[in-house]
């Protein structure tokens, strides 16, 4: 038996037990089940500024629950494509009959120059952060001749992680009842239960330490790095403390 809770801050394993676990393809949109609504207007925002239309060839990183995809095959895009970190996440969302594929922002599975639009939202922020530049090249590799790529909720300086740090399970079962309830309560205990009896160590696995943050002074010199032409950029109405870039692969 593993007395110690170790804490895990590893985003991809996050997003692997997510999808193992989700019983509504919006959980994988990692923005909690009340914000399904959120979820639909940030991207059809997003379609909005990037100016989707038929002629496209959309690769959405990081796809979340497919919003952008399902709205980009309703405007008729020529083709959309969603990555997600994980085969868990793919299985889910294939299931629901979407174009989707495993794929990390920095080793993107996509050929060069064959998306005209490109969104990146909500995702840079867990990439670790040496590799937040390898992949905006990535972006910039996949990407044709004048695309439009939308990058989202990028924080502008460091987050507090709400998350405490837990000495023992009972310490984090009663922060779990007392936060989100009995559910959550409910599925922790079955997770430690199934750990206990594999005889693997307790592990928590959050999921809100926040990798990446970049002041606009920082993010873009970062993107004329990559050979990515700032269009404009500005606050995000859903997390003021966070910026949204749309940028441009010169011609
Ligand atoms: C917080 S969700 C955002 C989903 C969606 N873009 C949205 O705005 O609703 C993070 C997404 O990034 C993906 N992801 C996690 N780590 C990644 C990485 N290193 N590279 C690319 N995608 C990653 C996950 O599969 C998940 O779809």
New binding site residues.
């Given amino acids: 038996m593993h007395p110690m809770l170790t804490r895990s801050d590893d985003?991809?394993e996050y997003?692997r037990e997510t999808a193992k676990h989700a019983r509504d393809p919006h959980d994988?949109?990692?923005?909690g089940r009340h914000l399904k609504n959120v979820?639909r207007l940030?991207?059809e925002q997003i379609a909005q500024e990037i100016g989707l239309s038929t002629a496209d060839d959309l690769v959405?990183?990081?796809?979340?629950?497919g919003?952008?995809l399902k709205i980009a095959e309703l405007a008729g895009v020529r083709s959309a494509t969603g990555?997600?970190?994980?085969e868990e996440?793919v299985t889910v969302l294939r299931g629901f009959g979407l174009n989707v594929r495993q794929?990390?922002?920095?080793r993107l599975p996509v050929a060069d120059a064959s998306a005209s639009a490109i969104?990146?939202?909500?995702?840079l922020l867990?990439?670790?952060r040496q590799?937040v530049q390898a992949?905006l090249c990535e972006i910039h590799r996949v990407a044709k001749p004048g695309a439009r790529i939308f990058l989202?909720?990028i924080p502008r300086a460091e987050q507090h992680d709400p998350t405490p740090t837990f000495a023992s399970r009972r310490e984090l079962l009663n922060y779990l009842y007392r936060k989100h309830g009995m559910r959550a309560w409910l599925g922790m205990v079955r997770r430690l239960a199934y750990q206990q009896l594999t005889g693997k160590p307790a592990l928590v696995n959050s999921g809100t330490k926040i990798s990446f943050w970049a002041a606009p002074e920082e993010f873009i010199p970062m993107l004329q790095a990559a050979d990515l032409r700032l269009v404009r950029h500005w606050e995000c109405w859903q997390y003021p403390t966070r910026s949204n870039y749309l940028v441009q692969k010169p011609e």
Avoid at 28 to 31: A, D, E
Avoid at 83 to 86: F, G, S
Avoid at 103 to 106: E, H, K, N, P, S
């Fill in positions: 985003y991809v997003c994988l949109s990692l923005r979820t940030v991207h959405d990183i990081g796809c979340g629950n919003a952008m990555l997600l970190a994980t996440e794929g990390l922002a920095d969104v990146c939202n909500n995702v867990v990439v670790p590799k992949s989202g909720e």
